[in-house]
């Protein structure tokens, strides 16, 4: 993607314009006419950032240059000036509802007249105010500009592909049973269509070790949602990139035998490193908008099919502990900006009070306040079973233990089926791929392919101390191996109380079965140090009757270089949908319903704005490589 800026912008904003994506020519602007006519048509610019449209010279000029693409204009606010705008505070977006491109896309409206003033499209984006740094605005100014761009690039190609789409009911194959794509096809059944489900693992209500499963069943027993689930990784606190090439133990992500990584695994890193700061913070505002939609969908759940929610240790709100000051009032504001009410940060001594399990870790000194906000935890494995039920009730169909293979490409290459190992090939109308960190070889020719690594996380379980802790907790200990730590209260077969904690990054490239033992247990040992810490006696009779031992497992988690997660929607040979949904890094819970919705909008022939949001190139798009085709 490149933009062209034809302004002078204040010293604060030109950190912002460093690389190939912007080409600022600050003249321009102050003469519009033949001069920025001449500009547009020589650089072929896929969006103008102005403080003016352009006349129609200046469009027939660009338009003739450009082929057929859109002429894409983000139009500046004119009270935006070089010092700053005009007053407010930037807040994450709610995804809205939008029409693709060719239908008068929200947002934005045509400008200009004849054959390329038809293709000209005008977004403004508005200063929120003179208190905004003019850094923010352009910020703001050149996330709209890469958004504009995508759903002008992807949505006509979308639009081709659900146009063709019957809405009435029809066979769906989903490929993957994690909870995604359980909560998926539990949509889509009440949708009417007929659903099949093929999963490489045993049946999740089976009593199978844990190491045969996949993330969500072979995990610890918990999960939680929160509005901050699936955040953005794009760098260290020290402002460097991600660690995930250094090892665990010496406080970094990486979990492989790094003597098995090779170039793929270096470019995905390096993919993650290279994105800037303005970028990153769009994608992360795209994510945690629609764990906002999640929030809204999970409670309409919960009213119109409460038997998913009997017996699976549903659990009520969240309280966040910190143990650095700054980091918390952080995230409060943060939480501010979210649910637009103000969160009270609570001191160490309010909280011990309040949760006297939490007692010892105070005295300690290991947590500095917090904040309650607004999430559920469940226990998963239940979860499982209980939408496993619902989904056969109502006329699912399970094939556990059958792994799929590859795609069967059919003629001109789109797929015609899927063939499982065993040598079978299933047909359906449409296909929802959904393979976790475990998907390399079925995505293998995709948009999506090479997109999703594993990064393993880690469990463990503790007698619940029984000494009041009410709420499930999420705790952030900055600096440390495993910083960001869940800890869920869960109840046994027998009724008994226990503490689920789950925490730690553990990258391991490409293949999720490349596991360095040493590393894995020096993340082990991080998260031992977070559960001795904050509940020392607890971990001391864990460690004394063996069940710290008996609990130990890890999940492999699917994760993005990008941090975005993955949609990817293309036609099949029969002139259905094969459907990719994943790489949801720490959220695949949370967005699961929001998740489970797209689908089910795509199979009916409607556009969704994950669609587009989280289409598999969205990050090759912006930086232009050659590889960054739109399925046809």
Same mark, same amino acid.
């Given at each position: ?17 460093? *690389? ?28 103008? &950032?102005? %403080? ?52 008068? !896309? ?31 605005? @352009?910020? %703001? ?59 490489? +693992? ?19 027993? /918990? ?26 133990? $010496? ?34 505002? #795209? ?13 309409? &759940? ?14 009520? *709100?969240?309280?966040?502990? @910190? ?18 009410? $103000? ?14 399990? &939490?007692?010892? /870790?105070?005295?300690? +000194?290991?947590?500095? +306040? ?25 006329? /699912? ?16 290459? /789109? ?17 929802? &791929?959904? !393979? ?27 007698? #619940? ?13 900055? *600096?440390?191996?495993?910083? #960001? ?23 391991? *490239?490409?293949?999720? $079965? ?14 031992? #140090? ?6 020392? $006696? ?95």
């Amino acid at each position: 993607m490149l933009v062209l800026l034809d302004h002078p912008v204040p010293t604060s904003v030109e950190p912002l314009l460093k *690389g190939p994506h912007v080409l600022h020519r600050p003249t321009l602007g102050a003469r519009p006419g033949a001069l920025r006519g001449r500009a547009l048509a020589r650089h072929r610019p896929d969006v103008l &950032l102005t %403080r003016s449209v352009p006349a129609a010279a200046e469009t027939a000029a660009w338009g003739a240059a450009a082929g057929e693409h859109p002429l894409v204009v983000v139009l500046l606010d004119r009270a935006a000036g070089p010092g700053g705008a005009r007053g407010g505070v930037a807040r994450v977006r709610r995804p809205p509802a939008r029409r693709l491109p060719g239908a008068g !896309p929200a947002g934005s409206r045509l400008a200009g007249a004849g054959p390329a003033g038809s293709r000209l499209r005008v977004t403004v984006c508005p200063s929120a105010g003179a208190a905004e740094p003019a850094a923010d605005l @352009y910020a %703001r100014a050149l996330a709209t500009a890469e958004r504009r761009f995508l759903a002008e690039r992807v949505g006509p190609v979308l639009a081709g592909h659900l146009g063709a789409v019957r809405p009435e009911a029809a066979s769906v194959v989903l490929v993957g049973a994690g909870v995604v794509n359980l909560l998926t096809g539990l949509r889509l059944l009440r949708a009417g269509h007929r659903v099949t489900f093929y999963d490489s +693992g045993p049946d999740p209500r089976s009593g199978a070790p844990w190491t045969s499963f996949g993330c969500s069943r072979g995990g610890g027993d /918990a999960r939680m949602f929160t509005l901050t689930e699936a955040d953005g990784y794009f760098g260290s606190p020290g402002g460097g990139p991600l660690p995930f090439a250094q090892p665990v133990k $010496d406080k970094g992500w990486g979990l492989a035998d790094l003597a098995r990584l090779g170039p793929a695994e270096r470019a995905w890193t390096e993919d993650n490193a290279r994105v800037p700061g303005w970028l990153a913070r769009s994608f992360t505002e #795209d994510v945690l908008g629609y764990n906002l939609t999640s929030d809204r969908l999970w409670r309409e &759940l919960r009213h119109d099919a409460p038997e998913l929610f009997h017996g699976v240790g549903l659990r009520e *709100g969240i309280l966040r502990i @910190y143990s650095d000051q700054d980091v918390l009032e952080a995230h409060a504001e943060r939480q501010r900006s979210l649910t637009e009410r $103000d969160f009270e940060i609570l001191s160490a001594d309010r909280i011990s009070a309040r949760h006297p399990a &939490l007692a010892a /870790a105070h005295r300690a +000194g290991a947590f500095v +306040g917090g904040i309650e906000v607004n999430g559920f935890t469940v226990q998963v494995h239940r979860f499982l079973g209980a939408v496993a039920d619902a989904a056969e009730r109502a006329g /699912a169909v399970f094939h556990w233990g059958r792994p799929v293979a590859a795609l069967v490409p059919g003629e001109g290459g /789109a797929p015609e089926g899927i063939s499982c190992r065993d040598g079978e090939t299933v047909r359906a109308d449409h296909y929802v &791929l959904s !393979p976790g960190a475990y998907g390399e070889a079925l995505l293998r020719g995709t948009a999506s392919a090479g997109l999703i690594h594993g990064m393993v996380g880690v469990w463990l379980t503790l007698p #619940d101390p029984g000494r009041g802790l009410r709420n499930s907790l999420k705790i952030t200990r900055s *600096g440390h191996t495993a910083a #960001d730590a869940n800890v869920t209260v869960t109840q046994g077969p027998d009724g008994r109380s226990f503490l689920t904690v789950g925490s730690g990054y553990g990258w391991t *490239g490409a293949d999720p $079965d490349n596991l360095d033992p040493t590393q894995l247990e020096a993340l082990h040992a991080a998260v031992d #140090d977070t559960a001795s810490s904050f509940f020392p $006696d607890a971990f001391d009779e864990a460690r004394r009757s063996g069940l710290l031992e008996r609990s130990r497992r890890y999940c492999v988690r699917p994760w993005t270089a990008s941090s975005l997660p993955v949609f990817e929607t293309t036609r099949t040979a029969g002139g259905g949908l094969l459907l990719i949904t994943g790489g949801h890094n720490t959220g695949g819970f949370a967005q699961a319903v929001v998740t489970a919705e797209a689908v089910a909008s795509a199979l009916r022939g409607e556009s969704h704005p994950m669609h587009v949001d989280y289409h598999p190139n969205r990050l090759r798009m912006f930086y232009g490589q050659k590889d960054a085709r739109l399925p046809e």
